[in-house]
């Protein structure tokens, strides 16, 4: 089963861009959907951001026209460029098939605070 593993969290002042990366450890091709989530404790994982194999996009309402969601097949990647970042996006980054296999891995930490 494909693996997924997140980079790039931080911690970033408000305003601020980060770009999160997702390695896979398969091919992504047979999926048609690829996808961001977040997660605060105590809240459940929400969707922010999905793409599928043909270019289709849907972001969540919170976060469109800040992020951009893209993916590499080729290299097995999935991208999530964030700017003008809230702190209310800080959370649990992490990334998986739309609808999710469910098994997550360690995920990345976004902070954004002043």
């Known amino acids: 089963q494909v693996q997924f593993v997140e980079s790039g969290g931080d911690l970033v002042q408000p305003g601020g861009s980060l770009r999160l990366s997702c390695a896979t450890s398969g091919s992504i091709l047979r999926f048609y959907f690829m996808a961001w989530y977040r997660q605060v404790p105590g809240k459940q994982r929400e969707l922010v951001a999905r793409?599928?194999?043909?270019?289709?996009?849907n972001y969540a309402d919170s976060v469109k026209g800040r992020f951009t969601i893209s993916r590499d097949n080729a290299k097995n990647t999935v991208c999530l460029q964030m700017n003008n970042l809230k702190p209310e996006d800080t959370a649990v980054y992490y990334c998986?098939?739309?609808?999710?296999?469910?098994?997550w891995g360690q995920g990345t930490q976004v902070t954004v605070s002043s």
């Open positions: 793409i599928s194999s043909g270019g289709q996009i």
């Open positions: 998986d098939t739309f609808p999710a296999q469910g098994k």
